[in-house]
């Protein structure tokens, strides 16, 4: 594939960046996961949302998580990662349920609670995975 560039000025930006996301066709029934990675204050968390949105508008289940649910506190990049690859990636790869954690930055730990990626998105949709690391 050749790297255009695209600008988030320009109308339409996030359908031009869901067309480089595989069609259901080349995965039936297998979620894809889309990574959108940069320095702080780079705009991830913008095109993330925005990516999500092109992709439902073209018929697609899709959600966003974020690493920052992820990341174990402020020294916890490398094991945010690990819990990516855990929580969320090795089981869909195996073709099971997908859950995370979220961690509660104020209380300083992860939430009781899982939450689980929706079925819909599970079955065939989209995950786009938004942080840096």
């Known amino acids: 594939m050749s790297r255009a560039r695209i600008s988030t000025a320009e109308p339409g930006w996030a359908d031009l960046l869901a ?36 992709l439902v508008r073209r018929g697609e289940a899709a959600a966003l998580l974020t690493m920052e649910d992820l990341y174990p506190g402020w020294r916890g990049l490398e094991e945010g990662s690990e819990l990516l690859r855990e929580w969320v990636l090795a089981p869909l790869s195996r073709g099971e349920r997908a859950a995370w954690r979220r961690y509660d930055w104020e209380r300083g730990a992860f939430a009781r609670e899982w939450t689980a990626l929706p079925g819909d998105v599970a079955a065939g949709g989209v995950l786009v995975v938004e942080g840096g690391g």
């Open 19 to 54: 067309e480089a996301v595989p069609p259901p066709a080349l995965a039936p029934g297998r979620t894809r996961a889309v990574a959108v990675e940069g320095r702080s204050g780079a705009g991830k968390s913008t095109v993330a949302d925005a990516l999500r949105a092109a």
